[in-house]
């Protein structure tokens, strides 16, 4: 059971280290500009990515404690990128073309 606990912070460790590193550099960042940064995010994309961080992780959780079988755990990872790919994150900003 240790071990798991060690697979486990690296599993969720690195990706939100990196989250919030990456995080604080564009705030850091879009405090110099003109605010580009703003047009992403909106309430809505925040909601959005929020909800692919935590579902990932939270699959990634189960995949690892062996709670999901692999096949599952591909198939709700599968369908995160689908969502993401599918998702148009800037439609409201370009004019609400239909694409």
Do not use: H
């Amino acid at each position: 059971m240790e071990n798991m606990w060690l697979v486990l912070i690296i599993v969720l460790g690195i990706p939100f280290l990196f989250i919030t590193i990456c995080w604080i550099v564009l705030m850091i960042i879009m405090r110099k500009t003109t605010g580009e940064l703003k047009l992403w995010l909106t309430p809505d994309n925040v909601i959005k990515s929020l909800a692919i961080i935590f579902v990932t992780t939270s699959t990634l959780v189960l995949a690892v404690l062996k709670i999901l079988e692999g096949g599952t755990a591909g198939a709700i990872l599968s369908g995160i990128i689908g969502y993401t790919l599918g998702t148009q994150f800037f439609k409201e900003k370009l004019g609400g073309a239909n694409n």
